[in-house]
């Protein structure tokens, strides 16, 4: 007789399989969450599905990535791309969400997608919430002519971020191993709970699932819409209050130099 697979060893099977991606494994930990009645476990599948999207809404720290602001353009009769920016060239309201570190926002299965498409030897191109027009403020008035502002993440930083993801779904595997008894299938809510507090994985909103990003670094730093071929994917709104500033700026201003806008 065969011996039936529960959702647990499909689960655990899967997650051992790194070829395998990890959006259809998320929605079968939707499945065994429901099952288990365990909404925070839900919560945060979804959230690695669907993306961290909106201001207010934290990241996990794995999701806080190193990556250099670039740009490309001309600097008097000398053009230029993937230029690092200084701080110095930004507007002053934008230096502090411009910087070194951004909020990888993104569902698991647009990143796996950015990093299939993007080009060996290259970076992956990720724009920040309107770029084009930090762009053009950049220009005014300035011998500097911005057509494109992006980070330039590597690859690498990317595929960290699934790792950390494909981690804490085998150690939710193991933890639901030592939690069940021994010749059971299936867990029960409070094998879920139980496990739930040996793994460091969030929420969205920061509930009490277990160690969670401050809110400070998740709303104070940049977020970004991916590009591919200069298409826009997504994108996520931040600091409000300065951008709406920033386009009665350039509202106002006269601008007539013609800049080509990805």
């Known amino acids: 007789m065969r011996l039936r697979r529960s959702r647990l060893d499909r689960l ?20 065994l969450g429901g099952h288990a009645h365990s909404e925070p476990l839900r919560a945060w599948a979804l959230r690695e599905l669907q993306g961290y999207v909106g201001k207010d809404v934290p990241v996990p720290d794995y999701r ?38 951004l909020r990888l926002g993104e569902g698991v299965g647009q990143i796996e997608s950015l990093i299939a498409q993007h080009q060996p030897g290259q970076t992956v191109q990720l724009a920040p919430a309107l770029a084009a027009d930090v762009a053009k403020f950049m220009s005014q008035n300035s011998s500097l002519q911005v057509l494109r502002l992006y980070w330039a993440v590597h690859p690498s930083a990317m595929e960290g971020v699934l790792d950390q993801v494909r981690t804490r779904l085998i ?9 069940m ?37 998740a709303q104070q730093r940049g977020s970004a819409r ?18 709406t500033a920033l386009a009665a700026l350039v509202t106002a201003a006269a601008v007539t130099t013609s800049i080509t806008w990805f």
């Open 12 to 31: 655990e099977d899967d997650v051992l399989n790194e070829s395998r991606p990890l959006a259809p494994i998320l929605r079968q930990v939707i499945a």
């Open 171 to 179: 150690q939710l595997v193991g933890e639901l191993r030592a939690a």
């Open 181 to 217: 008894p021994h010749g059971q299938h299936d867990p029960t809510p409070d094998h879920v709970a139980q496990a739930l507090q040996n793994i460091n994985i969030v929420t969205g909103d920061n509930s009490s699932v277990t160690v969670t990003a401050p809110d400070a670094v």
């Open 64 to 101: 806080m990535i190193s990556a250099p602001l670039v740009m490309d353009g001309f600097r008097g009769g000398w053009k230029f791309q993937e230029q690092p920016v200084s701080m110095l060239d930004l507007p002053e309201f934008t230096r502090e969400s411009l910087g070194g570190l």
């Open 226 to 243: 991916a590009e591919i071929g200069g298409t826009a994917q997504r994108s996520f709104p931040w600091m409000w209050v300065a951008w």
